[in-house]
């Protein structure tokens, strides 16, 4: 072994068969259609993969599945669709709005529900507010949240309008928000006023002050005030979610 090979010592051998309700209520029902369907994507790619885009809503439907040669390719390139619409308006669409699509739990023990309606609603406001402030296709947004249910709002809501959102994980301090806000020079920042992180309060608000001492490019701080915390406010640049 060389110097610099990484070597497995994790061996795990037994296996887990799902109980027969499971596998009946389940896409793939069976280990045989699983290996089935896997054959097929390394034999027929193309053709696998085409079968799996049916399941998507698609504003324009691709007429070639894959284009190019190793390592350019492309997917689907003459295909157009969202995915904030395939994750929530086909689903209400299809009479389902009243089914839960996210279920919370904080770690202070509270606990909130949201429906698929509930959800796209939410949603749809957000991608107005970041429309409202200026945003467009290929702008990018830095997401600093703990773990709310308005995190997976805001990057819905993202990927509604077509910005890029970075997800800074909100357990790093204020360089590694500066850092990864200019390296995709991202102009609004998502945040909220405190994030619980075993058993502390993560001062969300503030590392984002401090981070974007250096950060140019950033004309807008979104605050989801989650606990109504004391944080400092720049006029003309904070916004109340």
Known sequence: MSEHSIESVSKEARTFEPSAEFSRRARITSRAKYDELYQQSIAQPELFWAEQAKTLHWFTPPSKVLS??????????????????????????????????????????????????????????????????????GDRVAIYMGMVPEAAIAMLACARIGAIHSVVFGGFAAEAIRDRVNDQQASLVITQ?????????????????????????????????????????????????
Do not use: M
């Open 68 to 137: 190019g040669s190793l390592p350019d390719v492309k997917w689907f390139e003459d295909g157009t669709l969202n995915a904030s619409y395939n994750c929530l308006d086909r689903h209400v669409a299809e009479g389902k709005g009243d089914k839960i699509a996210l279920s919370f739990e904080g770690e202070p023990g509270d606990k909130r529900t949201l429906t698929y309606a509930q959800l796209l609603a939410q949603t749809s406001k957000l991608a107005n507010v970041l429309l409202g402030l200026g945003l467009e296709k």
């Open 193 to 241: 006023d405190g994030g619980h992180r075993r058993g502390q309060l993560v001062p969300l608000k503030d590392n984002v002050d401090r981070a974007l001492e250096q950060c140019p490019s950033v004309k807008n701080v979104l605050v989801f005030k989650r606990y109504g915390n004391p944080t400092a406010w720049k006029e003309g640049r904070d916004l109340d979610w």
